[in-house]
């Protein structure tokens, strides 16, 4: 029992302690030289409890998210390793969660994926043999069991994994219930991190539901440092589910600096997320604009905050 509670990962032992956790993510370039990479990885050490490392987002080819969360281990920063159900069969996700455990990955967070229709190369075939729930699911049972589905035992190590589901917050009408979340959590979910939502009143609102159904699983709610109102228009318009209020839109247009005010409007939303019930931390997510992270981490002062509503 001892070494069932035992934390396998540092991201799990921190969601556990109640403090208010930040994560990061990093999308790996269309390269084979590992150092771009590192580049963008290396300055979220230490200020990050753990990054997460995109797998073919926005369904293009980038470096594998397999190869680049070992780069991060042996970086000393912990990985969040992205798995989408839509490039892999059953067979070569088991393969590869075999293959990241043996390369000292613990976290994984599971997806669906973008459609490749949304991609540079919309004749790709997608496969979704799973998903995402279905995928939670086997994995856990391979956890659970240390054996592949058809019984045969794993050698080696117990499969210790931590793992993540994505969900997309809402403004809750009435009688809205998270049943997407809820069928997640029940698959096997150990966190959940969210679509960009920028929003806290929304969040505030969201998270009450969440917990009027009884719900404490840790929550990482996404947020970005916009750049400018041109890109917070974009990200509200192209990326499902993101949630931009207008206000923050007409800060950025009114700004000398739209790049410092989306740091400065970052940075208000992560100190407003550390004093909402039942929000675990946050995940800060810069697509192409990847220098801004540590800073807002720095500049909030929230990571590592003993939360007053702990989830566990």
């Given at each position: 029992m001892v070494a069932e509670r035992r934390a396998a990962s540092e991201l799990q032992a921190r969601l556990r302690s109640g403090q208010f956790v930040v994560t990061a993510e990093i999308t790996p370039p269309v390269s084979t030289d590992p150092a771009e990479f590192l580049r963008r990885?290396?300055?979220?050490?230490?200020?990050a409890i753990a990054v997460n490392v995109t797998d073919g987002a926005g369904a293009k080819v980038h470096l594998s998210s397999l190869a680049t969360a070992h780069f991060l281990v042996q970086s000393g920063i912990e990985p969040i390793f992205q798995m989408t159900c839509r490039?892999?069969?059953?067979?070569?996700?088991?393969?590869d969660l075999l293959g990241a455990v043996s390369l000292g990955i613990r976290n994984v967070l599971v997806l669906g994926g973008d459609d490749p229709k949304a991609g540079d190369q919309p004749d790709?075939?997608?496969?979704y043999d799973l998903d995402s729930r279905g995928l939670l699911a086997m994995f856990h049972r391979m956890r659970a069991e240390n054996a592949l589905p058809t019984g045969t035992k794993i050698e080696g190590p117990p499969l210790r994994l931590v793992l993540g589901a994505a969900d997309v917050p809402l403004d809750p009408p009435p009688g809205w219930q998270p049943k997407s979340l809820q069928a997640k959590v029940a698959a096997g979910a150990d966190f959940v991190q969210t679509q960009f939502c920028m929003d806290v009143d929304v969040v505030s609102r969201y998270m009450a539901r969440v917990r009027d159904a009884g719900f404490?699983?840790?929550?990482?709610?996404?947020?970005?440092?916009?750049?400018s109102a041109r890109s917070a228009r974009w990200m509200r318009e192209k990326l499902f589910g993101t949630i931009i209020p207008e206000a923050h839109i007409q800060r950025?247009?009114?700004?000398?600096?739209?790049?410092?005010?989306?740091?400065?409007i970052c940075i208000e939303v992560l100190r407003a997320l550390a004093e909402i019930p039942g929000v675990a931390g946050a995940h800060?997510?810069?697509?192409?604009?990847?220098?801004?992270?540590p800073a807002v981490i720095t500049g909030s002062g929230v990571a590592g905050r003993k939360l007053a509503h702990a989830v566990h």
């Open positions: 990885a290396m300055p979220l050490k230490g200020l490039d892999r069969n059953r067979l070569a996700l088991q393969g790709a075939k997608p496969v404490t699983v840790p929550m990482l709610i996404g947020v970005a440092p916009i750049p950025l247009e009114r700004a000398q600096d739209a790049r410092a005010e989306g740091r400065k800060v997510m810069a697509p192409m604009n990847f220098a801004e992270i």
